[in-house]
Structures are given as C-alpha cells and as structure tokens.
Nanobody
C-alpha cells in the first residue's frame, strides 16, 4: 500500500512564502509524474504544477514565476515552493503521483490547507 504524506501548509500573509512537501511511503516503482493540485471552496480542482521523471515541469498560468516544483527521486518526495502568495492561492493543496510500472497507478495525498490572508 502506498501512502502520500503532505506537510507545510498553513496561514501566511500576502506576499509570504510556504514550502509544501509530499513523501510517498510504501513500495512504489518508477514514479513518472508528480504533481500538485488545489481546490478552493466552490471551485473545481486544478493542476498547479507537475514534474516528470525527466525533470520537465509545467505550471498553471496563475502561479508561473511564483511557484517552483521539484522532486527527490531517491526519497520519492515532491516539493512545491510557493513565493509571493496571494489571497487567491488559498485552497486545499493535494499531491498526486502517477506511473506505469508494473501496472498503471495513481495515488493522492490527503490534502493540506493553505490560507493566504492578512
């Protein structure tokens, strides 16, 4: 069984920074893509950022230039550095991992609350 454990959420003032972490525990092979999604109240879940095993990244337009995703393959961990946070970044952030070996798989974390408010 694979579990994703997230940490790093919290309350921060506009313009502040937070760093989210998500570590996968259990037996998992060849994680192809690791990503962060978020869902604000009354809104659909959206992709924030993702990174492939080859370190290719893509970001939502709304966070481009402010957020940075990275991964530690040796520890099956993905990070999201969030700078210059805005109130509209307030949401529950969840990590996701996907792969295809030995069979296609996808796992989600439980989510961590990020609140940007003065």
């Amino acid at each position: 069984q694979v579990h994703l454990v997230e940490s790093g959420g919290g309350l921060v003032q506009p313009g502040g920074s937070l760093r989210l972490s998500c570590a996968a525990s259990g037996t998992v092979f060849a994680i192809k893509t690791m990503g962060w999604y978020r869902q604000a109240p009354g809104k659909r879940r959206e992709l924030v950022a993702q990174i492939t095993s080859g370190a290719s990244t893509n970001y939502a337009d709304s966070v481009q230039g402010r957020f940075t995703i990275s991964r530690d393959n040796g520890n099956n961990t993905v990070y999201l550095q969030m700078n210059n946070l805005k109130p509209e970044d307030t949401a529950v952030y969840s990590c996701n991992i996907r792969g295809e070996t030995p069979v296609p798989f996808a796992y989600w974390g439980q989510g961590t609350q990020v609140t940007v408010s003065s």
